[in-house]
């Protein structure tokens, strides 16, 4: 980790946990979604992180046509690593959730290292009205929700992009998730390097503090040692202090409008590639650089943009 001092920025543009309601600059065409890929791109990301949506009502939709319009657009215009989500929405079977990473085999895909409740319900504290009717029931159901990656579910997602070169991005909500990559690990069935995303803040997983933070990153050390990338990614508000933490400690960040609709106390991001330069500044503050496409590439070991099949 100590050698690596080029720091990946991810963006995650769209995701599947704000509804179109929470903010009008929240992308939901494939034009949306390309042109804020591009943007943030260009703002710094090296990495862009993509989930689809129906362009009418903003529902996540992990069809592979959904996809398909947004993803030879990125491609053309940039040089951008494309990661696909296996995640899709709490909703999706597994089967639904993998398509878009088994059909169009990226570079990086991203992967749930475990079942959990998946808390969104609070946000109907602070948004009242909604245009679609499919988002109130959304965010509600999550009370009774469980976000499913048994060990079944991982494992027949990592053999499944095994032949395609796929990495992934380890989507780690709490401890017990890098015990599970562990697990997997000690079996050969994921290699290194592994790109350990840590997740804070979400209900129902580990908190925002920074003792979480350092219990996140001391416990990955333990067990990849050199083996390991490790990113993080705070949820809402937490999004810039623990991206700010991450780049100290020597780890690199993900930010967008997947993680967190805001760029300051009651004001929303206008772009994802606001929240790209924001988390620029804070990594080019501390005196280091971020790392390129080419340079992510090299770092997470991938197997290069023209091995996709989009």
């Not at 929470?22 to 494939?30: A, E, I, R, Y």
């Amino acid at each position: 980790m100590a050698k690596n001092r080029k720091v990946i920025i991810t963006c995650a543009v769209t995701g599947a946990i704000h509804t179109p309601s929470m903010s009008p600059h929240l992308p939901v065409t494939p034009q949306e979604i390309a042109d804020a890929a591009i943007g943030a791109a260009e703002a710094g990301a090296a990495i862009v992180h993509l989930h689809a949506r129906n362009p009418q009502t903003g529902q996540p939709d992990q069809n592979p046509e959904a996809f398909a319009p947004f993803l030879g657009v990125i491609k053309q215009r940039s040089n951008c690593v494309v990661n696909i989500t296996t995640g899709g929405a709490p909703t999706m079977a597994i089967e639904e959730r993998l398509r878009p990473a088994a059909t169009f085999k990226p570079e990086v895909a991203s992967l749930n290292m475990g079942s959990m409740n998946f808390g969104l319900y609070p946000m109907l504290s602070r948004f009242k009205e909604f245009k679609h009717d499919w988002e109130r029931p959304y965010l509600e159901g999550s009370r009774d929700r469980i976000f499913r990656n048994t060990f079944a579910d991982i494992e027949h997602i990592l053999t499944s992009c095994a032949e395609n070169g796929t990495r992934f991005e380890v989507e780690c909500y709490d401890i017990g998730h890098l015990y599970t990559l562990a697990h997997f690990a000690d079996r050969g069935v994921i290699k290194p390097p592994f790109f350990v995303q840590s997740v804070f803040g979400i209900l129902g997983g580990i908190g925002p503090h920074p003792e979480d933070v350092m219990h996140m990153k001391r416990t990955a050390d333990r067990l990849f040692g050199d083996q390991y990338r490790w990113s993080v990614l705070g949820a809402g508000r937490n999004q810039l202090p623990i991206a700010a933490m991450a780049a100290s400690m020597g780890g690199n960040v993900r930010v967008g409008l997947e993680d967190s609709l805001w760029i300051g106390p009651g004001k929303l991001a206008e772009s994802n590639a606001e929240q790209v330069r924001l988390a620029r500044q804070i990594i080019e503050g501390l005196g280091l650089e971020i790392a390129t496409p080419d340079d992510a590439r090299e770092i997470l070991a991938l197997k290069g943009a023209d091995r996709v099949a989009f």
